[in-house]
C-alpha cells in the first residue's frame, strides 16, 4: 500500500536519476557549472521532486498535474542532455545509462498521468 511518495516507483527511479546525473555532469567543464551543468542538475532534481509534491497535495488533479510538471521536466533535461552530449561533455558511456533511466521514468510518468486522468469506472 502507498503511505507517501517513497513509496511510488516512479520517485523512487526520479531520485536514482540525480544519482546518475550528478555522476554524468561532476567532469563538465569548470566554466560550465552555472550554464548547463547546473540546468541539467535541476531538470533531474525536479522531476522526484514534483511527484513527492503532487502526491502529498491530496487530489488526483493536482497530482497529475505535478506529474505533467515532472514529465515537463524530464523533456527538458532530455534536450539538455543532447545538447550536451552534442558538445562532448562527460562520457558516452554515461549518457547511455542516464537515457536508460529517463526513457523509463517517462514512460512511467506517462502511464500515471494517463490513469489519473482517465473517468473513473463506477
Known amino acids: 500500500m502507498i503511505q507517501s511518495h517513497k513509496d511510488l516507483l516512479v520517485w ?5 536519476l540525480v544519482l546518475v546525473i550528478y555522476q ?3 567532469d563538465f567543464p569548470k566554466e560550465e557549472v552555472y550554464g548547463l551543468t547546473s540546468q541539467i542538475r535541476r531538470a533531474a532534481i525536479s ?3 514534483n ?4 502526491r502529498n497535495r491530496g487530489t488526483r488533479k ?3 498535474q505535478f506529474l ?16 550536451a552530449r552534442k558538445l562532448s ?4 558511456i554515461g549518457y ?13 510518468l506517462n502511464a500515471m498521468i494517463h490513469k489519473l486522468t482517465q473517468p473513473s469506472k463506477s
Open 68 to 83: 505533467r510538471i515532472a514529465f515537463g521536466s524530464g523533456a527538458e533535461l532530455e534536450t539538455q542532455l543532447l545538447i
Open 12 to 16: 523512487q527511479k526520479g531520485i536514482d
Open 89 to 92: 561533455f562527460g562520457q558516452e
Open 51 to 54: 511527484i513527492a509534491e503532487g
Open 24 to 26: 554524468l555532469t561532476k
Open 96 to 108: 547511455n545509462k542516464v537515457d536508460d533511466q529517463l526513457n523509463e521514468v517517462m514512460r512511467m
Open 47 to 49: 522531476i522526484p521532486s
Open 62 to 64: 493536482d497530482f497529475a
